[in-house]
């Protein structure tokens, strides 16, 4: 066996080895193996995605324009009774704990219910929970495809044309730039715990 082809198969031996380890051990070659309480069906791979929306001021936008930080994303509607408000409040605290301790995360606000929701809605909506929070809507088209992407689900309950209330998903997604969807929140956890997550994720890109 020549050097070179000694070297080679060293190598490939040396890597198999290294990946039986990390089985055996429960170690992870992912950075953001430690900052993780869940695990997602097909990996963190299959959530997220190209979106193109309209922001509050009537702008389109896409993906990349408005995912330029550490970005939470959560899918809801400004006419929500309950469970959008008290979600994205929790965004929004968390944001703020962010804020202290020196990270810049951006807060969405993506609509489901472009109908009623308005860049201006929208606009009125995030300025009351936060000065950072950015709304997004669009068309039915462009929500769908961007709910898709993120595997949200929502449903239109049938009823009054005006006052209608839609059924939906509520889980509030992290993204980061240039790495893409890693993580996400489920309603139970507190904006404290967020924050604290969220750091965990920001300072392990940051090590990357």
Request: with cysteine; hydrophobic share 40%.
């Amino acid at each position: 066996m020549t050097m070179k082809r000694w070297l080679a198969t060293g190598i490939v031996v040396a890597a198999a080895a290294l990946g039986l380890w990390a089985v055996a051990t429960g170690r992870s070659t992912d950075r953001f193996a430690s900052c993780r309480t869940s695990k997602v069906a097909g990996g963190s791979g299959a959530i997220g995605g190209p979106f193109t929306l309209v922001d509050e001021t009537g702008r389109t936008v896409t993906d990349t324009d408005v995912i330029t930080r550490p970005t939470l994303l959560y899918f809801g509607y400004t006419f929500c009774p309950d469970v959008c408000p008290l979600d994205n409040a929790r965004n929004a605290d968390a944001v703020t704990e962010l804020d202290k301790r020196g990270y810049d995360v951006l807060p969405v606000f993506i609509s489901i219910d472009p109908a009623r929701d308005t860049p201006e809605v929208m606009a009125e909506f995030t300025d009351y929970l936060h000065p950072k929070m950015l709304g997004l809507t669009g068309s039915e088209e462009q929500v769908k495809a961007a709910s898709t992407a993120y595997r949200t689900y929502f449903k239109k309950q049938e009823g009054d044309p005006e006052y209608y209330l839609v059924d939906h998903s509520t889980f509030t997604y992290l993204v980061l730039p240039d790495v893409g969807f890693v993580d996400f929140f489920a309603r139970d956890v507190t904006a404290n715990d967020m924050a604290d997550r969220v750091a965990c994720f920001i300072k392990a890109d940051k090590g990357r």
